[in-house]
C-alpha cells in the first residue's frame, strides 16, 4: 500500500451528504466529536440500498483505473 493513500467517498442523498476521507485517516460521520483512527489497511464500500441513491467517487490522481 502506497505511503500516503488517497481516496474519498462522498455518499449524495436528498437530505445531505456523509464524506469519508482516507487521505489524512480519519472519517468525519456528521457525529459530533467521533472519529475512526486506524493503522489497518482500509478499503471503501458503499451500499446503494435505496432506488435512485447516487455516488460521487474521487480516487485522486495516481489512480490505477481510468473510468
Given amino acids: 500500500?502506497?505511503?500516503?493513500?488517497?481516496f474519498e467517498v462522498?455518499?449524495?442523498?436528498?437530505?445531505?451528504d456523509i464524506s469519508i476521507g482516507l487521505a489524512n485517516k480519519r472519517m468525519p460521520l456528521d457525529?459530533?466529536?467521533?472519529?475512526?483512527n486506524s493503522a489497518v489497511y482500509l478499503f471503501?464500500?458503499?451500499?446503494?440500498a435505496k432506488p435512485g441513491?447516487?455516488?460521487?467517487?474521487?480516487?485522486?490522481?495516481d489512480f490505477k483505473y481510468k473510468f
Fill in 10 to 16: 462522498k455518499i449524495v442523498e436528498k437530505k445531505g
Fill in 1 to 6: 500500500m502506497p505511503e500516503n493513500p488517497y
Fill in 53 to 61: 441513491t447516487k455516488i460521487e467517487v474521487n480516487f485522486g490522481p
Fill in 31 to 36: 457525529t459530533a466529536n467521533l472519529f475512526v
Fill in 44 to 48: 471503501p464500500c458503499v451500499s446503494l
